[in-house]
């Protein structure tokens, strides 16, 4: 995938933030401040900027998947905040986490961890929304990165 530039970290990040605030103390009431979400990404950031982009590509991939079922008025709940606070809304997001999915689809191949990850989440977690050839493909692919990567 190609590196985020700071711009569009810096929106991914506000993104996070929102869902770390929002939804992750909600789901983790008990999770010590520094291993929420946004807290691993800043520790992380600290060392290696580019691992933190990975993470966070990573951790917004969560979060689209873990949104998929989400009714359409809490999308649109969701976005109206998002947008009011100038951050990317959800539904922007899962557009341009889906069109990078169909790329690596039309690639034949994941190119590294992150889009391992992300098209191991869109199998696992909403493989209805690809075709049957396209959820062969996408399981090939996987197959094929997990074998490389225990060679």
């Known amino acids: 995938m190609a590196r985020l530039d700071d711009e569009q970290y810096r929106r991914l990040r506000a993104f996070l933030a929102y869902f770390d605030e929002q939804f992750f103390s909600a789901m983790a009431p008990g999770l010590p401040a520094e291993a929420r979400p946004l807290a691993a990404l800043d520790a992380t950031e600290r060392t290696s900027r580019a691992r933190a982009a990975a993470g966070l590509r990573m951790a ?23 947008s009011e606070g100038g951050i990317p809304s959800l539904s922007e997001v899962r557009a341009t986490f889906s069109s990078k999915v169909a790329a690596v689809l039309r690639r034949g191949r994941i190119r590294g961890e992150v889009e391992y990850y992300l098209v191991k989440g869109v199998l696992d977690g909403a493989a209805e929304a690809l075709s049957e050839d396209d959820q062969l493909r996408a399981s090939r692919m996987i197959s094929a990165y997990e074998a490389a990567k225990t060679s």
């Open 60 to 82: 917004v991939n969560d979060i689209v998947e873990m949104t998929l079922d989400w009714p359409q008025g809490q999308v649109e709940a969701v976005d109206r905040a998002l």
